[in-house]
């Protein structure tokens, strides 16, 4: 399978803990994204990566999350004293950058977050 | 910000036409359709952008209105597999994020 791939796929955790996302994406492309989806919302946006550098973050981001993409290559969401409210679907997408300013993004089947 | 998709919901029997619109108040450079179904990823369907050009699987038409910031998708003789809920994904002039809208519930019934 070439698409993106998302490890684990379901975590359970306790308000408090700090839990580590992981993100492999599709091989040849050098952007990779990281999204929230909560149940009946689209995704939304969290932070991208162009190779390892973090391009963008978004101002909702809290200073308890964290990702880095080391190599260009996978990435690594984390998330310090989790709260109830971060309870969603942790969804990585990667795209290929042509040089355009646009491109198709794939998406990962997410990581299923539930905070107790 | 974030883009409006209508209808929120829509039913339809198999082999029947529909319409989802997204619109949004900024000026935008592309528009990225996605099909989701229950517990899976959002799959690629469609890109449109500024200018007119396209890219997107064979059996999807969609249109971008550039004077009204708005796109159409376009699902003609409903399958059954075409249920699931359909995001729009905005982005701006430069922007690498995508702001989704908040879906379209499609259900085709035999």
């Known amino acids: 399978d070439t698409g993106v791939s998302q490890d684990p796929r379901h975590k359970i955790t306790k308000r408090g803990q700090n839990v580590t996302f992981r993100c492999d994406p599709i091989s040849e492309h050098n952007r990779l994204y990281w999204y929230r989806q909560t149940l009946g919302q689209g995704p939304e946006f969290l932070t991208y990566?162009?190779?390892?550098?973090?391009?963008?973050k978004s101002r909702l981001l809290s200073d308890r999350f964290s990702a880095e993409r080391p190599k260009g290559s996978f990435s690594t969401l984390e998330i310090q004293r989790t709260e109830q409210g971060d309870s969603a679907m942790y969804l990585c997408?990667?795209?290929?950058?042509?040089?355009?300013?646009?491109?198709?993004?794939?998406f990962g089947p997410g990581t299923r977050l539930t905070v107790l | 910000q974030q883009p409006v998709q209508s209808p929120q919901a829509v039913i339809l029997r198999e082999g029947e036409d529909a319409v989802i619109n997204c619109s949004s108040s900024k000026a935008l450079y592309s528009v990225h359709w996605y099909r989701q179904k229950h517990g899976e990823a959002p799959v690629f369907l469609m890109i449109?952008?500024?200018?007119?050009e396209q890219k997107g699987h064979e059996k999807i038409s969609a249109s971008f209105n550039e004077k009204k910031q708005q796109s159409s998708l376009y699902l003609t003789a409903s399958q059954l597999s075409y249920s699931g809920t359909y995001f729009c994904g905005t982005g701006l002039q430069g922007a690498q994020k995508l702001v989704f809208g908040q879906g379209t519930r499609l259900t085709i019934n035999p």
């Open positions: 997408a990667s795209s290929l950058n042509r040089g355009g300013s646009y491109n198709e993004q794939f």
């Open positions: 990566f162009q190779n390892e550098a973090q391009l963008e």
């Open positions: 449109l952008l500024k200018g007119g």
